[in-house]
C-alpha cells in the first residue's frame, strides 16, 4: 500500500505541488493567528459556586450556607464525581468536577438549573452566583493601578465601573479580581451615650439609616423592598411618593430624623451619630511596585489564545487612557504573552538555523543540489502540514504541541536525507521515450523502490511509538495531551509522502537495480516477443528495457 501510494505521489507530482503550495498559502495565512499558550489545558470540567455573606463567621456560613446549598439543592447532579468546598468568613465557595469529556456548557446549564431553587434556602446571605470558567494556567495578565492624585476610595471607585467593565468586555475574558478594593460607604457611627442620653436605641438608629437607603439588605426593613413609599390619592391624579436617592454627602444623611423619638422636635441622624466617608474592612491588600494601589487580576476562559487576549486588553487600555488622567497603569506586573512572544521569537530563530545548518549537511552528504533542496522543501512542509492541521482542528499550539512536531520532525528529516542519499547512490538509466499517443513515461520501478526503501521502516517505527503510548489514552486526563501526540504522527505519516514526489529522474537504488521483465514474458514456453521462446524473451525485454527502448506495460491509458 505505501508503494502504491508512493508511486501515485510521483506519477501525480504537479498536483502534489499544487497542494503543497496551497498548504503554504494557508499556513502564511492562518498560523500568525493560531492560539497560543504556555502549556495546554489540564483542569477539570468544573462549575464554581460562589456565595456571599457579609458579616457571618466561618462556621456560620458552613452550617448555614454551604451544607444547605450542598445537601439540598447541589446532590445529584448528573455526571458530578467530586464536591469540595471552602467556608471562610463571609464567603462560601463550592466546586463542582465533573467526569472527562463532559461539555462544559451542558454542565454549567445543569447546575444554573438548581441554583433557581436558591429561594428555599435560609435567608441569610447573598444569592449563590456560578462562577465564569477559567483556564488551568488562570492568570493572563496582572494590572496595577497607582494615583497620587485620588484616594483610594476614589481608585477603587474609578475602577469597579469605568476599567472593570470595559475590560470584561475584552473577547476571551472570564474575570477580573480586584485586589485593595475600598468600596465607598456612607457609615453611621453610634455612640451608646449619646444615644443614652436623647434616649433613643440603637434600633432606632438602624431602622432610620436602612430606611433611608433605595434598597436596604435588611429584610425586615421597608426600605428592602422599592416602591413601598406610597402615594396620594387626588380628586383628579394619583401621586406615587418615592424617595430622592442617594444621598451622596454625610451633610445630607445627617439630615434625615430619627424615627419614634418621644420630643416634639426631630432629632436629626447627625446629632446623635457621627457620618463619615468609608470603605468595608479590607481582607487583604495590594501593593504596587511598593505603593499602595489596586491590583486587576484578570483571567481567561478555556482555550482562549493568551497573545489574542492580551493584545485586546491593551487595546482597551489605551482607549482608556483619556479618562484616567491622574492615575498610573502598569501592565507588566504579570504578563504571560511576554514569554510567549520570546518562545515564540527564539523557535523562529531556532529553525532557520536549524533550517541552514540542515541544508549545509544535505548539501556535504548528498553533493547533489537538486537532491539536497528536494529533502529540504520536503521537511518543511511536512512540518507546515502538520501546523495547519491541528491549527484546523482547534488546537491550542503550546510547549507539549511544540515538542511532538519537533519529534516528528527527526523522523521526517531522516526518511528525507536517506532516501534521497540511496536515489544518488547509483546512476540512472536512459529516459524512457513518451509513447506514440504523448502520454508521459511511466513511474519508474526502481525510483518507487528506492522511496519506499527507509519510508516503510520508519512510518512502522512512527506507528510502534504511537502504539507503545496507546495505553495512557485511558488515564482520566489524557485527551489534554492528545494534541502532541496527533501532531508528532500526523507530521511522521505525512512525511513519508513528502520527500519522494520530486525524486523521479534520480537513480536507483541497490534493490532496484534489476528491474522486472514484462509480465507477458514471466512463465517458459509462453510467447514472448515476436513469437520468442518465454526464457529468450525475458532476456531480450531485459535488454531493452535497460537500453531504454521498452516501455513496461500498465493498464489503462495514459
Not at 462549575?47 to 457571618?56: C, K, V, W, Y
Request: one cysteine or more.
Amino acid at each position: 500500500m505505501l508503494r502504491s501510494l508512493i508511486s501515485a505521489s510521483v506519477r501525480f507530482r504537479f498536483l502534489l505541488i499544487a497542494v503543497a503550495a496551497g498548504i503554504t498559502t494557508l499556513a502564511v495565512a492562518t498560523v500568525p493567528g493560531i492560539h497560543a499558550d504556555v502549556l495546554p489545558e489540564t483542569a477539570p470540567v468544573t462549575a464554581r459556586i460562589q456565595t456571599e455573606a457579609p458579616g457571618l463567621s466561618a462556621p456560620e456560613v458552613e452550617s448555614l450556607v454551604t451544607v444547605p446549598l450542598e445537601k439540598n439543592l447541589l446532590e445529584g447532579v448528573m455526571g458530578v464525581t467530586d464536591v469540595t468546598s471552602d467556608s471562610i468568613p463571609g464567603l462560601s465557595q463550592i466546586n463542582l468536577d465533573f467526569a472527562p469529556g463532559t461539555n462544559l456548557y451542558q454542565a454549567r446549564q445543569l447546575v444554573q438549573k438548581r441554583l433557581t431553587q436558591a429561594f428555599v434556602l435560609p435567608n441569610v446571605s447573598r444569592p449563590p452566583v456560578l462562577l465564569q470558567p477559567v483556564s488551568s494556567t488562570g492568570n493572563v495578565m496582572l494590572i496595577g493601578l497607582t494615583s497620587r492624585q485620588l484616594s483610594q476610595i476614589d481608585l477603587s471607585v474609578l475602577a469597579r465601573w469605568t476599567i472593570v467593565p470595559r475590560l470584561l468586555g475584552v473577547s476571551g475574558v472570564a474575570d477580573v479580581s480586584t485586589f485593595g478594593e475600598a468600596d465607598r460607604q456612607l457609615q453611621v457611627l453610634v455612640d451608646p451615650a449619646r444615644l443614652a442620653a436623647r434616649h433613643i436605641t440603637l434600633a432606632q438608629i438602624i431602622e432610620t439609616a436602612g430606611n433611608a437607603q433605595l434598597v436596604s439588605p435588611l429584610s425586615y426593613l421597608e426600605g428592602s423592598t422599592p416602591g413601598t413609599g406610597g402615594f396620594l390619592e387626588g380628586p383628579n391624579q394619583r401621586i406615587t411618593i418615592e424617595p430622592v436617592l442617594p444621598f451622596g454627602t454625610p451633610a445630607n444623611l445627617g439630615q434625615v430624623p430619627v424615627t419614634e423619638t418621644a420630643g416634639p422636635k426631630p432629632v436629626p441622624l447627625g446629632s446623635v451619630t457621627d457620618i463619615v466617608l468609608g470603605h468595608q474592612p479590607l481582607i487583604g491588600d495590594a501593593l504596587v511596585r511598593g505603593q499602595p494601589g489596586l491590583v486587576l487580576v484578570v483571567q481567561r476562559l478555556p482555550s482562549a489564545s493568551v497573545p489574542a487576549v492580551t493584545d485586546g486588553l491593551n487595546r482597551v487600555l489605551a482607549q482608556l487612557a483619556t479618562s484616567l488622567s491622574g492615575v498610573h497603569v502598569d501592565t507588566t506586573l504579570f504578563r504571560p504573552a511576554s514569554y510567549i512572544d520570546s518562545a515564540l521569537h527564539n523557535l523562529s530563530r531556532a529553525l532557520i538555523a536549524a533550517a541552514v545548518l540542515a541544508a549545509l549537511a544535505l548539501l556535504a552528504l548528498l553533493l547533489n543540489l537538486r537532491l539536497a533542496v528536494v529533502a529540504l522543501t520536503a521537511t518543511a512542509i511536512s512540518l507546515t502540514a502538520g501546523t495547519v492541521v491541528l491549527y484546523l482542528l482547534g488546537y491550542t499550539f503550546n510547549a507539549l504541541v511544540t515538542l511532538g512536531l519537533l519529534l516528528a520532525l527527526g523522523v521526517v528529516a531522516a526518511e528525507a536525507a536517506g532516501t534521497a542519499k540511496v536515489l544518488a547512490g547509483a546512476d540512472a538509466p536512459p529516459r524512457p521515450p513518451r509513447s506514440r499517443r504523448g502520454c508521459p513515461p511511466p513511474v519508474p520501478p526502481w525510483a518507487v523502490a528506492a522511496c519506499g526503501e527507509l519510508r516503510g521502516p520508519l512510518c512502522a517505527a512512527a506507528l510502534a511509538v504511537l502504539a507503545a503510548a496507546r495505553p495512557g489514552g485511558s488515564h482520566p486526563r489524557a485527551d489534554r495531551y492528545l494534541p502532541a501526540a496527533n501532531g508528532a504522527g500526523f507530521h511522521a505519516l505525512r512525511g513519508g509522502l513528502d520527500a519522494g514526489r520530486a525524486d523521479r529522474h534520480a537513480g536507483p537504488g541497490r534493490r532496484a537495480a534489476r528491474p522486472r521483465p514484462p509480465a507477458r514474458a514471466e512463465r517458459p514456453g509462453q510467447p514472448g516477443v515476436a513469437g520468442v521462446p518465454g526464457h529468450a524473451a525475458r532476456g531480450a525485454a531485459r535488454a531493452a528495457l535497460a537500453r531504454g527502448r521498452l516501455v513496461p506495460p500498465r493498464s489503462g491509458g495514459c
